[in-house]
């Protein structure tokens, strides 16, 4: 079972180095991490994934809850969360098959953000799903790049 967390932490030099480190000194492993400020330039959001059953989620929560530079954490629920990714890919293009990569890009809401003789770059966002799928439609064509950014959430409604 995948578990999305959201933790609060202060805004300083080595917090992500000991987040880091209590999970891979724990054996548990990140399956995607994303860092960014809030609103407080003070603190700063961790949106982690990490697989694993409700033991290991309270584990991790144990854990995280014990650092100095953790404010607050959040389990979010799918139903409680509003969560997105960010995929940026280079798609590899002929004359024959430009259209139909064009084509997919409307269907799917991406974004062509850069337009070479060969290669398009292509942008898109959304739940993880949408992700999935539309690489798996864009691989016939030769994906030669692609950057993610792994999951970002936030609750439906405040706490």
Known sequence: MRHTISVLVENK???????AGMFSGRGFNIDT?????TLDPSTSRMTIVVQGDDTVLEQVTKQLNKLVDVIHIDDFHDDE?????LLLMRVTVTPGNRTEVMQLCDIFRAKIVDVQHEV???EVTGNESKIQKFLML?????????SRTGRVALARKPN
């Open 138 to 146: 864009m691989g016939k064509f030769g994906i030669s790049e692609l």
């Open 13 to 19: 030099f080595g917090v992500l180095t000991r987040i």
């Open 120 to 122: 398009l770059g292509i």
């Open 33 to 37: 991490l994303n860092v960014g400020p």
């Open 81 to 85: 969360v509003v969560e997105r990714e």
